[in-house]
């Protein structure tokens, strides 16, 4: 380092700018003073580091002590450096003080101390370092095993993991972290759904699944480590009861089928889904008896408790009921099993029910996409074209019109009922007529609210010869009879009219056969009248005629068919007598050959299975050759 | 026609826009698909008829109407629209705001409008994809000139990339909606950058 430049430090002139105010006038910090710059420098002194010399050399820490002891009259910025000294100064007159008594050995001396050699027992030794070997050794056996069960576990199964099976319930349904807890969503608010039940569960980490000791072995199901907790109201099963009773029952209690119950306790999968379907049974109930109450019937419908009652025909009533049940008691549902339950369950209707409520699900959040791209997002077509195509009120009022979901599922009872009723009805009419047999078609294709049955009417044994075809649609109130001259019969929800058109029905297919057996035979009909209006009045319908006349004109059969008087069959004879007495009126005989009166057959007597074979063999006893 | 005053009553349109490019566009199109409504159906494609017409006003300022056909479902009504004067506004508006008038119309307006006076500017066709998440709507499509004019089969396309376009028309002063369309738009960050686009900047 040389010396011959002069390097003189000095502050700068200016001082630093502590701000400029909005006018432009600078304002500067003010320079400190020179006491103020001294502690300033003094306190960045660090004394802990110097009292590490002090027991070194006490003597020069001792005057530096004393000498930095001048200072301690300072001002009151001092007063951190002050007590850091005195307190040093304290230290090293305590030093000081135990040095001179050690080395003065008039009060004190110091001694190495001898230490006595420890016993050394050889069996407690070996008794501790068992114990201890012991101790050791049951450490590692317990971790041994620990990770030998865990290796178990995993390879029996993957699905025991918490994480795993944390990925599968994932996968399966809607989850989120919120903070610390996992939530799940069961609702079904992301297909559409509108209900405000917020339908969230939460999933935790179930307690160390214990050992199970089942006392067979029976190999017990796996126990999850994940635990489903469901809302309280979401918790059991639970379906909609549906059925039609003739009266009302006035039992809300409704059997629980023993299956549902039975699969309550199982795994977290089948939890949450009996979960989101008591919700789904929730908002259908939910949904149903709103539109109850604002449904305008004739007859009223009821909403009672978990029950909704409306009417469907005079008579029979639609009952739709919300059962859930939380705790699985086995005792009760032995007993509901045990008593047979007078109000069937139709599983149709809840079907077409759950149906139904995933419809509106689906329309609120399918609308149509806008066409073109820019039109108005969420408007239904009809909507849509109304302004351009200038849609007057009344079909605007027609596009806005929908069926409610308790009307539309009320349309399909009463169709259920009414398809029984018709189906019974034609059943009975079959057992009860065996003449003519009656077959009944019901087409496979039919929807929820319309079903037709095709009717065939024949003889037996003369199928071929003569069929009489009748077509029944049954809608919602009413039934519609299309029969083969293509004539229309509208018939109400009485079933009793559909028996009278089909008993009038069998009355002609009878007459029908007899006029194509004729054909057949070679008997000419005279006449054939379809309302006959001789004879006694039938109850229900018109009786029918035929007269036939043998192919060489003697002989003649009548034949009067009514739906419910049944056959009543005549014939003449041309030649009335074999024998001719010529009297005082009737002199010649060729009066004879004038077809005398109608005698009555006595039918029972007659040999064939129906009326169209018994008349054959009555039209083959009186053909002539 | 004196739209301002109907302006205040009118609907507006909240409007993001952004660009991709065709290499890309499939993998938008996936995106898009789940985040969006209705994922399990195929997405709904569009092909679109665009004529601009425009009229000029007592005061000079010309009005543009645009009138809208769908080339795929032709039965449907023609639609017509007013697009206001766009606002970008500051930096807390997430959105491009414009007043907007929609109406369904029949067929013959393009002859009601060359009668009231209007002039066909230009037209084009667009043909995309359209998208549908709650009460947005979001289009990709490409632009197509009409070359020769009046071919409606064109596939003179103007550029190599798709137009992307998320909006919501709703009534004034729903600023919510302009945050919901942001947040969507955040989620398509990687792939196409919707933002405030002003036309008039871009002249």
């Given at each position: 380092?040389?010396?011959?430049?002069?390097?003189?430090?000095?502050?700068?002139?200016?001082?630093?700018?502590?701000?400029?105010?909005?006018?432009?006038?600078?304002?500067?910090?003010?320079?400190?003073?020179?006491?103020?710059?001294?502690?300033?420098?003094?306190?960045?002194?660090?004394?802990?580091?110097?009292?590490?010399?002090?027991?070194?050399?006490?003597?020069?820490?001792?005057?530096?002590?004393?000498?930095?002891?001048?200072?301690?009259?300072?001002?009151?910025?001092?007063?951190?450096?002050?007590?850091?000294?005195?307190?040093?100064?304290?230290?090293?007159?305590?030093?000081?003080?135990?040095?001179?008594?050690?080395?003065?050995?008039?009060?004190?001396?110091?001694?190495?101390?001898?230490?006595?050699?420890?016993?050394?027992?050889?069996?407690?030794?070996?008794?501790?370092?068992?114990?201890?070997?012991?101790?050791?050794?049951?450490?590692?056996?317990?971790?041994?095993?620990?990770?030998?069960?865990?290796?178990?576990?995993?390879?029996?199964?993957?699905?025991?993991?918490?994480?795993?099976?944390?990925?599968?319930?994932?996968?399966?349904?809607?989850?989120?972290?919120?903070?610390?807890?996992?939530?799940?969503?069961?609702?079904?608010?992301?297909?559409?759904?509108?209900?405000?039940?917020?339908?969230?569960?939460?999933?935790?980490?179930?307690?160390?699944?214990?050992?199970?000791?089942?006392?067979?072995?029976?190999?017990?199901?796996?126990?999850?480590?994940?635990?489903?907790?469901?809302?309280?109201?979401?918790?059991?099963?639970?379906?909609?009861?549906?059925?039609?009773?003739?009266?009302?029952?006035?039992?809300?209690?409704?059997?629980?089928?023993?299956?549902?119950?039975?699969?309550?306790?199982?795994?977290?999968?089948?939890?949450?889904?009996?979960?989101?379907?008591?919700?789904?049974?929730?908002?259908?109930?939910?949904?149903?008896?709103?539109?109850?109450?604002?449904?305008?019937?004739?007859?009223?419908?009821?909403?009672?408790?978990?029950?909704?009652?409306?009417?469907?025909?005079?008579?029979?009533?639609?009952?739709?009921?919300?059962?859930?049940?939380?705790?699985?008691?086995?005792?009760?549902?032995?007993?509901?099993?045990?008593?047979?339950?007078?109000?069937?369950?139709?599983?149709?209707?809840?079907?077409?029910?759950?149906?139904?409520?995933?419809?509106?699900?689906?329309?609120?959040?399918?609308?149509?996409?806008?066409?073109?791209?820019?039109?108005?997002?969420?408007?239904?077509?009809?909507?849509?074209?109304?302004?351009?195509?200038?849609?007057?009120?009344?079909?605007?009022?027609?596009?806005?019109?929908?069926?409610?979901?308790?009307?539309?599922?009320?349309?399909?009872?009463?169709?259920?009922?009414?398809?029984?009723?018709?189906?019974?009805?034609?059943?009975?009419?079959?057992?009860?007529?065996?003449?003519?047999?009656?077959?009944?078609?019901?087409?496979?294709?039919?929807?929820?609210?319309?079903?037709?049955?095709?009717?065939?009417?024949?003889?037996?044994?003369?199928?071929?010869?003569?069929?009489?075809?009748?077509?029944?649609?049954?809608?919602?109130?009413?039934?519609?009879?299309?029969?083969?001259?293509?004539?229309?019969?509208?018939?109400?929800?009485?079933?009793?009219?559909?028996?009278?058109?089909?008993?009038?029905?069998?009355?002609?297919?009878?007459?029908?056969?007899i006029q194509a057996l004729s054909k057949l035979m070679g008997w000419k009909v005279l006449s054939h009248n379809v309302n006959c209006g001789v004879g006694p009045v039938e109850m229900i319908g018109t009786a029918s005629s035929i007269v036939l006349a043998s192919p060489n004109g003697d002989r003649m059969i009548a034949v009067r068919h009514g739906p419910q008087s049944g056959a009543q069959v005549s014939i003449s004879l041309s030649p009335h007598e074999q024998d001719f007495y010529p009297s005082t009126l009737v002199k010649d005989r060729k009066w004879q050959n004038i077809n005398g009166g109608f005698k009555e057959v006595m039918w029972e007597k007659i040999e064939g299975k129906n009326l169209v074979s018994k008349i054959e063999y009555l039209m083959a006893c009186l053909t002539n050759f | 026609m004196n739209l301002e005053s109907t302006r205040r009553s009118a609907q507006q349109e909240y409007i993001l826009q952004g660009s991709i490019v065709n290499d890309s566009c499939e993998i938008l199109l996936h995106r898009l698909r789940g985040l969006c409504d209705n994922g399990d159906a195929a997405p709904e494609t569009f092909k679109d008829h665009e004529y601009v017409y425009t009229i000029r006003q007592p005061n000079g300022q010309p009005l543009t109407l645009r009138v809208r056909q769908s080339l795929e479902k032709k039965d449907y009504p023609w639609h017509l629209r007013y697009l206001g004067q766009p606002e970008i506004g500051d930096k807390n508006r997430a959105t491009l705001v414009r007043s907007c008038i929609d109406v369904a119309c029949s067929s013959n307006i393009c002859t009601f409008l060359s009668e009231m006076?209007?002039?066909?500017?230009?037209?084009?066709?667009?043909?995309?994809?359209?998208?549908?998440?709650?009460?947005?709507?979001?289009?990709?499509?490409?632009?197509?000139?009409?070359?020769?004019?009046?071919?409606?089969?064109?596939?003179?396309?103007?550029?190599?990339?798709?137009?992307?376009?998320?909006?919501?028309?709703?009534?004034?002063?729903?600023?919510?909606?302009?945050?919901?369309?942001?947040?969507?738009?955040?989620?398509?960050?990687?792939?196409?950058?919707?933002?405030?686009?002003?036309?008039?900047?871009?002249?």
């Amino acid at each position: 380092m040389s010396l011959s430049v002069n390097v003189s430090l000095e502050t700068a002139d200016e001082y630093s700018v502590q701000e400029i105010t909005y006018d432009g006038q600078e304002k500067y910090t003010q320079p400190l003073s020179m006491s103020e710059n001294l502690t300033k420098l003094a306190q960045r002194i660090d004394f802990s580091r110097v009292n590490n010399y002090d027991d070194t050399e006490p003597e020069k820490s001792d005057t530096v002590a004393e000498e930095k002891e001048t200072l301690q009259s300072a001002v009151w910025p001092w007063e951190s450096v002050r007590n850091k000294l005195k307190s040093a100064l304290t230290e090293l007159c305590v030093l000081l003080d135990d040095m001179n008594v050690a080395k003065d050995k008039r009060y004190l001396v110091l001694d190495p101390v001898s230490q006595e050699p420890s016993e050394f027992k050889p069996l407690t030794a070996l008794v501790a370092r068992k114990k201890a070997l012991a101790a050791s050794a049951a450490i590692i056996q317990n971790g041994v095993e620990f990770l030998k069960s865990h290796q178990n576990d995993a390879t029996r199964s993957r699905a025991m993991d918490f994480h795993s099976e944390l990925m599968t319930i994932r996968q399966n349904w809607r989850m989120k972290k919120v903070g610390n807890t996992i939530l799940g969503d069961l609702s079904y608010r992301s297909v559409g759904s509108r209900y405000p039940h917020p339908g969230s569960f939460e999933v935790t980490k179930a307690p160390t699944p214990q050992p199970i000791t089942s006392p067979s072995n029976v190999p017990s199901p796996r126990a999850s480590s994940l635990k489903v907790t469901v809302a309280s109201d979401l918790e059991g099963v639970s379906y909609i009861h549906v059925n039609n009773d003739t009266l009302a029952s006035g039992d809300l209690s409704i059997p629980l089928p023993p299956v549902a119950v039975s699969s309550l306790e199982s795994s977290w999968q089948q939890k949450l889904e009996n979960a989101q379907n008591v919700l789904f049974c929730k908002e259908l109930f939910a949904q149903l008896a709103r539109e109850a109450v604002q449904l305008q019937l004739p007859i009223p419908t009821l909403v009672i408790g978990n029950q909704i009652i409306a009417t469907l025909f005079p008579g029979v009533q639609l009952s739709i009921g919300l059962c859930h049940t939380t705790v699985p008691n086995k005792k009760t549902t032995e007993k509901q099993q045990q008593t047979p339950s007078r109000n069937e369950h139709k599983p149709v209707l809840e079907h077409s029910l759950h149906q139904l409520l995933r419809e509106i699900h689906y329309n609120s959040l399918h609308h149509p996409m806008p066409h073109p791209a820019t039109a108005t997002l969420g408007i239904s077509r009809k909507m849509y074209f109304a302004g351009p195509e200038a849609y007057d009120r009344h079909t605007l009022m027609e596009a806005c019109k929908s069926e409610t979901m308790l009307e539309q599922i009320i349309s399909q009872s009463q169709h259920v009922v009414l398809r029984l009723r018709t189906m019974y009805m034609i059943d009975t009419l079959a057992c009860e007529i065996k003449d003519p047999l009656i077959i009944a078609h019901w087409l496979c294709l039919n929807s929820a609210t319309k079903s037709s049955v095709k009717i065939n009417i024949v003889s037996y044994g003369y199928e071929s010869q003569s069929r009489t075809p009748l077509v029944i649609h049954v809608g919602v109130k009413n039934i519609k009879a299309i029969c083969r001259d293509g004539r229309t019969f509208h018939m109400s929800y009485e079933s009793q009219e559909l028996r009278y058109l089909i008993m009038s029905q069998v009355s002609q297919h009878q007459i029908n056969a007899i006029q194509a057996l004729s054909k057949l035979m070679g008997w000419k009909v005279l006449s054939h009248n379809v309302n006959c209006g001789v004879g006694p009045v039938e109850m229900i319908g018109t009786a029918s005629s035929i007269v036939l006349a043998s192919p060489n004109g003697d002989r003649m059969i009548a034949v009067r068919h009514g739906p419910q008087s049944g056959a009543q069959v005549s014939i003449s004879l041309s030649p009335h007598e074999q024998d001719f007495y010529p009297s005082t009126l009737v002199k010649d005989r060729k009066w004879q050959n004038i077809n005398g009166g109608f005698k009555e057959v006595m039918w029972e007597k007659i040999e064939g299975k129906n009326l169209v074979s018994k008349i054959e063999y009555l039209m083959a006893c009186l053909t002539n050759f | 026609m004196n739209l301002e005053s109907t302006r205040r009553s009118a609907q507006q349109e909240y409007i993001l826009q952004g660009s991709i490019v065709n290499d890309s566009c499939e993998i938008l199109l996936h995106r898009l698909r789940g985040l969006c409504d209705n994922g399990d159906a195929a997405p709904e494609t569009f092909k679109d008829h665009e004529y601009v017409y425009t009229i000029r006003q007592p005061n000079g300022q010309p009005l543009t109407l645009r009138v809208r056909q769908s080339l795929e479902k032709k039965d449907y009504p023609w639609h017509l629209r007013y697009l206001g004067q766009p606002e970008i506004g500051d930096k807390n508006r997430a959105t491009l705001v414009r007043s907007c008038i929609d109406v369904a119309c029949s067929s013959n307006i393009c002859t009601f409008l060359s009668e009231m006076g209007f002039k066909l500017d230009y037209e084009y066709i667009s043909k995309g994809f359209i998208f549908k998440k709650g009460r947005m709507k979001v289009t990709v499509s490409k632009i197509f000139r009409l070359l020769p004019p009046g071919n409606v089969n064109t596939d003179e396309h103007v550029s190599q990339s798709y137009l992307v376009e998320v909006s919501v028309v709703a009534p004034t002063g729903q600023d919510a909606l302009a945050e919901e369309i942001r947040s969507f738009a955040e989620q398509l960050k990687p792939l196409v950058q919707l933002e405030k686009i002003d036309p008039r900047r871009l002249q």
